[in-house]
């Protein structure tokens, strides 16, 4: 274990943990668990107190514990490290959710929330008791549907994951897609720095964990598409570890990938390429349905997004200016172990309940852009009005129905 205080003496005791602080981010992910809290501070966040644990409690590349044992270790970790108050907030991988987009009758809200539920049970054909399962609205009513998001996971994992973070001085009240919780902090980062405003909120991420790739398109500042491409996106030190010759197929709700691997396979070559036809493949279809619109810029964000060469492939196939996020530059005097993606849905997460950034614009240097692949410079309204998705888990676990808390 090890974690960074912020130069005060660490605070414990009843005041100091039912002080107003924002709540404290615990991002499980596929090697460790990163804690982190933060405060605002105008251009920046201000980074409280954070610490990463090695290990995780579901299936991954790190040691394993249970419930009981990392919930020992969380414990240790807020008391010893000057985390504040009594809130947690969690995002688990996105390999532990199912997610799909359905186009549903106009409805209200309580009448969707029962068809998803139908129709979650019948398309991903899941035990409905045994599941948690959300939505979130991905737009207006248009031609008498509406796009909604489904997710579901399954209840042993919320129930792992709530005894982990439960104590008697804290408790978790939401649980988070580390995408949507990475998207946050992007889109937060993204207005703040952007001189543009319509790039700030016209764009795409890619979100690139171990194991899923979450492709999310924004529109007007709000979610207009998801997609999760299942794949081995790992660093390329681990994915060497894990190869066989025996080829890949990736699977994308476009349909499957299949990736053969010769003799002289470069070991990473064949990931991007891949994911940036798939890539092509969700643009091209968010064109069809909204009139000839692109996106203006594809961001590179996650835990595996290390390799430059990923944000490159991107762009030369999708022919929109890509490039790996820089998320670090939202918190201010980071702690040591507070570096690279593989934070970014933790800030995301820590930063829910604060003020947006201040504006900070950033010069980026002059490049000539590549030519939007549009079929004509056309908009159309609004296709989305939408929060980002979360599990309530206040005041305790118990049968939910919707993802709609928190925010972009």
Same mark, same amino acid.
Request: aromatic share 4%; with cysteine.
């Given at each position: 274990m090890?974690?960074? $205080? ?14 107003g ?12 668990? $990163? ?24 299936? %991954?590349n %790190?040691?394993?514990?249970? +419930?009981?044992?990392? +919930?020992?270790?969380? $414990?240790?970790t807020?008391? %010893?490290l %000057?985390?504040?108050?009594?809130r ?9 959710f ?16 029962e ?9 991903f ?8 399962i ?5 737009g ?5 549907g ?8 399954? $209840?042993? =994992?919320?129930?792992?994951? *709530? ?13 988070e897609?580390?995408s949507?919780a ?8 993204r *207005?703040?720095e ?14 690139? /964990?171990d ?9 007007e500042?709000? =979610? ?12 390329? !030190? ?19 990938? &299949?990736?053969?691997?010769?003799? #002289?396979?470069?070991g990473t070559?064949?990931?991007?390429? +891949?994911?940036?036809? /798939? ?7 968010v064109?069809?349905?909204?009139? !000839?619109?692109?996106?203006?810029? @594809?961001?590179? #964000?996650?835990?595996?997004?290390t ?5 490159a ?14 998320? @670090? ?6 702690e ?18 604060l ?7 950033? /010069? /980026?240097?002059? &490049?000539?852009?590549p ?20 599990? &309530? ?16």
């Open positions: 090890f974690g960074f $205080r912020t130069g005060a003496k660490a605070r414990s005791g009843w005041f100091a943990r039912h002080v602080a924002a709540p404290i981010a615990v991002d499980f992910g596929r090697s460790s668990v $990163r804690l982190l809290q933060l405060a605002s501070a105008g251009t920046a966040y201000r980074c409280q107190a954070a610490a990463e644990i090695p290990g995780v409690i579901f299936e %991954g %790190g040691p394993r514990f249970d +419930s009981e044992a990392m +919930s020992a270790r969380i $414990r240790q807020i008391a %010893g %000057g985390f504040s108050g009594q947690v907030s969690a995002t688990l991988p996105a390999e532990l199912q997610v799909d987009v359905a186009r549903l009758p106009a409805m209200s809200d309580q009448e969707l929330a068809s998803v539920r139908f129709e979650a049970i019948d398309r054909g899941i035990d409905g008791n045994a599941s948690v959300g939505h979130l609205r991905l207006g009513t248009v031609g008498g509406n796009e909604v998001l489904m997710m579901a996971l399954p $209840r042993q =994992v919320v129930d792992a994951a *709530n005894r982990a973070l439960t104590s008697p001085d804290a408790g978790p009240f939401r649980i897609h580390a949507l990475a998207l946050r902090a992007l889109t937060r980062q *207005n703040s952007c001189a543009d405003p319509t790039e700030a909120r016209d764009y795409a991420m890619v979100h690139l /964990e194991r899923v790739a979450t492709l999310v398109v924004l529109r500042g709000n =979610v207009c598409f998801l997609r999760s491409i299942k794949g081995d996106w790992a660093s390329a !030190g681990m994915t060497m570890m894990r190869r066989t010759r025996t080829g890949r197929t990736l699977s994308g709700s476009a349909g499957d990938i &299949a990736v053969d691997e010769g003799e #002289t396979d470069s070559a064949w990931r991007w390429v +891949s994911l940036a036809e /798939e890539t092509l493949r969700c643009l091209r279809q064109e069809r349905g909204s009139g !000839g619109w692109w996106p203006s810029e @594809i961001a590179i #964000t996650g835990p595996a997004a390799d430059p060469e990923a944000a492939t991107v762009e030369s196939v999708c022919g929109v200016r890509s490039s790996l996020a820089v998320p @670090i530059r939202t918190v201010e005097q980071p040591a172990c507070v570096h690279g993606n593989a934070w970014i849905a933790a800030i995301g997460a820590a930063c829910a309940e003020p947006a950034l201040a504006r900070n614009v950033r /010069e /980026e240097p002059s &490049a000539q852009a030519a939007q692949r549009t079929r004509n410079g056309a908009r159309t309204g609004i296709r989305t009005a939408v929060r980002t998705g979360t599990i &309530a888990l206040e005041p305790e676990p118990k049968p939910l129905a919707e993802l709609t808390k928190g925010g972009v």
